[in-house]
DNA sequence: GCACGACTTTACGTTAACGTAAAGTTGGTT
DNA sequence: AACCAACTTTACGTTAACGTAAAGTCGTGC
């Protein structure tokens, strides 16, 4: 037999997947999820460790609970993948890609203002060095460190 | 006279910055401006707009309003720039650095993970074309088409 | 027949950065 | 006096993804 029909408890399953109880209820709860029940306990196969890892794999994509659950109902509408869900697929992850290099894009300058505060932050060490040697008092405040003068 | 004393009131600065007003007082609930009163009416000058502006930039940086206050605070202790104070910055910005650097990691492997699904996706819409022409069915789901079959 | 641990439901609490509504206070104009 | 716009304070509402009790139910072991 290759079928394995194992079950797994929550708390199982949240070891495994280092998450708590109250997150696996909790996405139940939002709708995806549907494990069986014995009496009202939760009862948990291979097919829903499958479903978890997909949530959590959308989660580090930057995919909401709402979105991925709109995945999933896509998929669970018809069994079988057809052309038109492979479709939307495609749309919804090249959507993502977009999001993504947005991202990218607002931290590399976020980097670039970090270095440029750096570097006046670096002169200012500099000038006061200087200020010492020669007892001259500098008269540097926030607005001197983190915005370049013209910018104003 | 190059010292221009012109004041604003908070409907300005709000316009000029593209903030509401809302935020513009909720800033300064959380100690970060302390702008004149006139009776019970705000009055802002150059200074203040420098502070709105340091405020915003943090934000763009990701810095929290809390930790822009914490920057703030350690800079109006004293009113002209010390060694210690300078240090404390750079340490600041290096921390701050760092963790846009690990941001980026995490995209650039969100986006490595996202081009894979793309791939898996494309070549089941191949191979639901050639069951087309076959006319055999194809048996996918959710979990052959976003995660591949050795990982689980 | 009771203690125990694992499971359950219900429901309020948390965080950040404001939104939004209500109601009161000014200053200036007609 | 009346009115209006712009300002004010107070305070509850919002979002996402859970945390955290509180209290009840279940099967098992002794």
């Not at 109880?21 to 291979?46: A, C, H, N, V, W």
Request: hydrophobic letters at 35%; charged letters at 30%; glycine letters at 6%.
């Amino acid at each position: 037999m290759t079928t394995q029909k194992k079950s797994f408890s929550i708390s199982e399953l949240a070891a495994e997947f280092g998450v708590t109880t109250r997150s696996i209820r909790f996405y139940e709860d939002q709708g995806l999820m549907k494990p069986e029940r014995k009496g009202q306990t939760r009862i948990y196969y291979s097919h829903d460790k499958v479903r978890l890892k997909l949530i959590l794999r959308g989660k580090r994509l930057g995919f909401s609970l709402a979105e991925s659950r709109e995945l999933f109902d896509l998929w669970d509408e018809t069994p079988s993948g057809s052309e038109r869900q492979l479709n939307k697929m495609l749309e919804t992850l090249s959507a993502k890609q977009a999001q993504l290099e947005q991202q990218m894009q607002d931290i590399q300058m976020a980097k670039q203002e970090l270095d440029n505060a750096e570097m006046r932050c670096r002169s200012a060490l500099k000038e006061l060095m200087q200020g010492k040697e020669t007892g001259q008092g500098s008269a540097h405040n926030t607005a001197d460190m983190l915005i370049s003068s013209k910018e104003i």
